[in-house]
């Protein structure tokens, strides 16, 4: 008899979500490691590792957001989730993006040449959009009395704010995570990957009631795909190019602003 089998309903079916997830990260993992022997093309390998990544985030995503549901009275319960698969992906995920903003950032510090980038993005949006109907055929087997591909389909909005409001939020998000990217890479692989997971954590709780805070174009259209369909100038705006307004703020203040504000008073002290 399964041990799960003495468990509440409630309890096997966040175990039966969890055993998923972990399911996804292992299939996935064993997956890049046959990508990166067979595939020698710099492009093919790219887009199938990009492919990859963004779907695990996008599969993990669902789930997570399908178990938020079911403990909605237990928000520290579904914020130590997101911590912890935050650190999975940080762990499992090296070398890739899973945001197109990451790829858009790189692309705008000359750290990635556009055809690499368009490669990247490329695979990225393939992915989110696969998926999302794969998560749907999974759920469709019932295997959790809230695994039902009706779930999938439906438009819950997301947006409690006005519009104004939920860009700014996307974008300080984005602003916020971005930065700490970039500058967060000279600090060791361990501690770089806490310290992000904790970051989105911290942003998931601070954001999470206003726009579900999700700073990621890719993982948006997966998650909320008929809520483009249904309102596509809104969604758009708010989890697009919220995002990218907020990459291109941090870039400008980081790369240009705070140089030119440094060389300034350097010039000004030696009058």
């Avoid at 726009?211 to 309102?231: I, K, Q, Y």
Wanted: some cysteine; hydrophobic content about 50%; aromatic content about 12%.
């Amino acid at each position: 008899m399964s041990p799960l089998l003495g468990l509440r309903p409630e309890l096997q079916d966040t175990c039966t979500s969890l055993g998923l997830m972990l399911s996804v990260v292992l299939l996935i993992g064993l997956a890049r490691v046959v990508a990166r022997r067979q595939l020698h093309r710099p492009m093919a390998h790219a887009f199938v590792l990009e492919f990859l990544a963004t779907f695990q985030l996008c599969c993990c995503t669902h789930e997570l957001q399908l178990l938020s549901e079911q403990h909605p009275a237990h928000p520290t319960w579904t914020l130590t989730l997101v911590y912890f698969f935050s650190l999975v992906h940080g762990l499992t995920l090296v070398g890739t993006f899973s945001n197109p903003c990451g790829v858009m950032m790189q692309m705008m510090l000359g750290g990635m040449s556009p055809e690499t980038g368009a490669v990247r993005l490329l695979a990225q949006l393939v992915s989110a959009l696969c998926s999302r109907y794969c998560t749907s055929a999974l759920w469709n087997l019932g295997l959790t009395q809230y695994h039902v591909s009706e779930r999938s389909f439906a438009c819950k909005n997301p947006i409690q704010v006005d519009l104004f409001k939920a860009v700014i939020t996307e974008a300080v998000c984005s602003f916020l995570f971005h930065s700490a990217l970039l500058h967060f890479q000279e600090v060791r692989t361990k501690l770089r990957i806490h310290l992000l997971a904790a970051l989105i954590t911290f942003l998931v709780y601070a954001g999470g009631s206003l726009t579900g805070a999700v700073f990621n174009p890719a993982l948006a259209l997966s998650l909320h795909f008929m809520c483009f369909d249904e309102a596509f100038p809104q969604f758009f705006i708010v989890y697009w190019l919220a995002p990218s307004l907020g990459i291109l703020l941090m870039i400008l203040m980081f790369s240009f602003f705070l140089p030119w504000l440094h060389n300034n008073h350097t010039i000004n002290k030696k009058e």
